[in-house]
Each structure stands twice: as C-alpha cells, then as structure tokens.
C-alpha cells in the first residue's frame, strides 16, 4: 500500500478512487480532524496558533504570508510522507481553504521536486475526458508497489 | 453521539447512483449493531463512530453500488458547531462548494468506472483545442 498524495487535497474523487485501488490517501482532512481533536487552550475550537506560520518557515521563507506558511505546516508534512502523486489541475473550485493561490503552486511545486511517480491529469468536462481521467488514475495507481508498509 | 476519541473517524458517503437513494443507505447504517452516529443530507450521508465500524459499515454502504458510491473521510464531525449551518445563521457550509462541484461530476466517474471494470478499451479521442487568440479576434471583428 503506497501513500498517495492528492491535489486538490481534500478532493473525494482523488480520496475516493485512491483508496478503491488499494492505496492510502494522504488528504487534508485527516490532517484537520488531528488539529481540532487536540485539546488545546490557546485557539479553540480550531487550534490555528501562531506555532503554525512557525512550522511552516520549513517550507516557505519568512516573507511569505503567515497563510501560506499556516497552510504549509499542514500540507508539507503530508509531501514528506508521500510515496506517489496525484495532480489535478484545470480545477475552478479551487476555493475556500483550498483557495490560496500562492499555496496551491508551492504545493505543486514541492511534489514535483520530491521525485516520486506523479500523474498530472486535468479535471473532466466531457463523458470522454471522464473515461481518460478514470482510466489513468487507476492504470496509475495499479502500476505502484502494493506492498511497502515499512514504517 | 459517539464521544470524540483519537479513535473516532467520520466518513462522508456521498451517493450517486440511480438504484440507491440515501434514505436506503441510511437504512442499511441503522440495520448495523455498532455504536454508529448517522447524518443523511443531500448528497448521502455522514457517519460517524469507532473506526473499525464506520469502516465495516462504508463497506457494507460501497457494496451496495460499489461504483456510484464514494466516500471520503471529514475532519469534522456531523453537526460540529464551527462547520454546521445551524449554529452559523445559514449561508452554505464551508467546504461545501467544493463537494457540490465535484459531485457534478461524479456520474461521469461511476460510468466510466463501470467502463473500466467491464474491461472495455480507452476510445481514442482528441483534447478541444483552447480557442487561438487570432480566432477570438476575427470573432470579435465580424461582430462589429
């Protein structure tokens, strides 16, 4: 089983289709639910402190907004993790907390440096696109090792 | 609700399929025996509990369409006082738009999924081209 990292990274399709091929997703969400699970007295109920921007100076320097170093101490170990990506770009619902720009390409960027297998595909918009989409993802995923649990 | 441990996951079935409806989903999550919390909505449902149950159930919910169904996992928990709109005065929940949009697509997915499950070869086609910007200037032109 390969952690696979996905981008968009709270996507259910990528999360979905990743977990259906026998591999595990490394999601945003996961990454939330720690954050606000962990009892903490500083900035309940979501815990964001400035330890955050502090974590994230690993991925971005420290003229970059505190948001996209915030963001980084989240998303960035998650590419330490990873074994394999999935980018998925052409995605206008970029938005919310997905929707800082300058993350989204740092994210990217740090993936494609990392030197695992990625596939970058784009979001489907026709019944054609969605076959090539869906066939590429699992072609992608079922070409990874299966069996590389070593933690 | 189920008390919120490290070991507590929630997952969020979103269903897509033509011969199950949520309300059938959600009858199969109230047939299991496990401590299980249970929230339908619009686009299926959200459960919520011990992970080894949530995981047996989704699995149990997966198999009933096993390519029309998806599941992904929520930081949140259902009704989670800074996501829910109950609590927020309206307004759509955060994350929301990106679920919908992506829920668009999912018919697409699950037939070519079916395609793909069948065996069924990728049909060549080509990509539409983006429009030339020479193109887009002649259209503007004859406009005028």
């Known amino acids: 089983m390969a952690k696979v990292i996905i981008y968009p990274t709270n996507s259910l399709i990528l999360s979905d289709m990743v977990e259906r091929f026998g591999h595990e997703p490394l999601a945003m969400m996961e990454k939330i639910k720690k954050i606000i699970n962990t009892v903490g007295v500083d900035s309940p109920p979501l815990n964001i402190t400035p330890e955050e921007p502090k974590r994230g100076l690993k991925y971005a320097a420290v003229e970059v907004p505190a948001g996209v170093r915030g963001r980084m101490a989240l998303i960035g170990p998650m590419i330490e993790l990873a074994e394999a990506g999935i980018i998925v770009g052409d995605s206008s619902i970029s938005f919310g907390c997905m929707g800082c720009a300058r993350t989204n390409e740092l994210t990217k960027f740090l993936i494609r440096e990392k030197g695992i297998p990625i596939l970058e595909i784009k979001y489907p918009r026709t019944e054609e696109e969605g076959q090539d989409f869906v066939y590429k993802i699992a072609e992608f995923l079922k070409s990874l090792p299966s069996g590389s649990d070593e933690e | ?144």
């Open chain 2, 1 to 144: 609700m189920a008390e919120e441990t490290e070991d507590n996951i929630t997952k969020i079935v979103v269903i897509s399929s033509e011969s199950v409806l949520p309300t059938d989903a959600v009858m199969k999550v109230y047939e299991s025996e496990d401590s299980i919390t249970i929230k339908e909505t619009c686009f299926g449902t959200m459960v919520n509990g011990p992970r080894e149950a949530v995981l047996k159930v989704v699995e149990t919910l997966r198999s009933m369409d096993r390519n029309h169904i998806f599941v992904k996992e929520r930081g949140f928990k259902p009704g989670a006082e800074v996501r829910c709109r109950a609590g927020r005065g309206g307004g759509p929940r955060p994350g929301f738009h990106f679920l919908r949009e992506e829920v668009n697509m999912l018919p697409m997915i699950g037939r070519a999924l079916d395609k793909y499950e069948a065996g069924e070869p990728l049909e060549e086609h080509e990509a539409p081209e983006k429009l030339d910007i020479s193109k887009l200037k002649k259209i503007i032109d004859s406009e005028l």
